[in-house]
């Protein structure tokens, strides 16, 4: 059974930092994209960013457009952890953030943390 455990989140001050961690339990492979969507209210979930190693063990990352040059992601395989370090917040990054795991057999979601930022 995968689960994902998320940890971060809160109310942070425009031009702020936050940093927000998801750890997987199960079988998982380092092949496996791991990331974060985020969600608005009311608008649709989307990709902020994940993270996957390729077969030489090399990392490929996605950015949104919305979180390139402010955003970084990271990923432990050790650990199975997956870590979102977001610089230069502004409000229009307030969202529920959800932590993804991509699966041969489906995608796994967490239970979501808020991100607030004021302005």
């Known amino acids: 059974q995968v689960q994902l455990v998320e940890s971060g989140g809160g109310l942070v001050h425009t031009g702020g930092s936050l940093r927000l961690s998801c750890t997987a339990s199960?079988?998982?492979?380092?092949?496996?994209?791991m990331g974060w969507y985020r969600q608005a209210p009311g608008k649709p979930r989307e990709l902020v960013a994940d993270?996957?190693?390729?077969?030489?063990?090399?990392?490929?990352?996605t950015y949104a457009n919305s979180a390139k040059g402010r955003f970084s992601i990271s990923r432990d395989d050790a650990t199975n952890t997956v870590t979102l370090q977001m610089d230069s917040l502004n409000p229009e990054d307030t969202a529920v953030y959800y932590c993804?795991?991509?699966?041969?057999?489906?995608?796994?979601w967490g239970q979501g943390t808020q991100v607030t930022v004021s302005s």
């Open positions: 993804n795991l991509k699966l041969p057999s489906g995608q796994y």
């Open positions: 199960g079988i998982i492979s380092r092949l496996n994209p």
């Open positions: 993270v996957a190693s390729r077969i030489n063990g090399l990392p490929t990352t």
